[in-house]
């Protein structure tokens, strides 16, 4: 018969606590990966779901109380940019530039909006009288003003006459 050592209780509880310490460590890795694997599914259903507009962003944009514009002439008439630009500058508007439009036949007169603020384009374009429906939105980076204005061949029944 072979006779098996006897196990000392030192030597039963060395191997207990080395398999409670694994066991630990394996628990509390476990746990930390649920943790990380839940905010990794949260983080892209937040990113899939359609949001709803908050109400901070229903509302529209106020108009600056500075409004930097350029003035184009797209109608071809001597001068008139330069009675636009006049009459916009009494009205604490800063034109920063004056000049021609590529072509000169524009039939009624645009106020364009460079930033995304229409609330400056509007101010604008009821400054002059321009209609609603000639105010537009073309956002340009590569512009360094709010709003451009586009003078047409009814320039004459605008406001500053």
């Known amino acids: 018969m072979i006779r098996r050592p006897k196990k000392t209780k030192t030597a039963s509880r060395k191997i207990g606590l080395n398999i409670s310490a694994s066991n630990l460590f394996l628990n509390i890795s476990i746990i930390l990966l649920s943790i990380v694997i839940i905010y990794l599914v949260y983080s892209i259903i937040i990113k899939i779901m359609p949001r709803e507009p908050d109400a901070g962003a229903e509302k529209e944009k106020q108009a600056a109380e500075i409004v930097q514009l350029e003035v184009l002439n797209g109608c071809g008439a001597a001068g008139v940019a330069d009675l636009f630009t006049s009459y916009l500058r009494d009205r604490k508007f800063d034109v920063v530039n004056v ?26 374009a009821d400054m002059l009288g321009v209609e609603k429906e000639n105010v537009f939105q073309q956002i340009n980076n590569d512009y360094f003003l709010d709003v451009s204005v586009i003078i047409g061949r009814d320039y004459n029944r605008l406001l500053p006459k």
């Open 99 to 124: 000049s021609n439009y590529i072509s000169f036949d524009i039939d009624r007169t645009m106020v364009i909006d460079r930033t995304g603020n229409m609330a400056n384009a509007r101010k604008v």
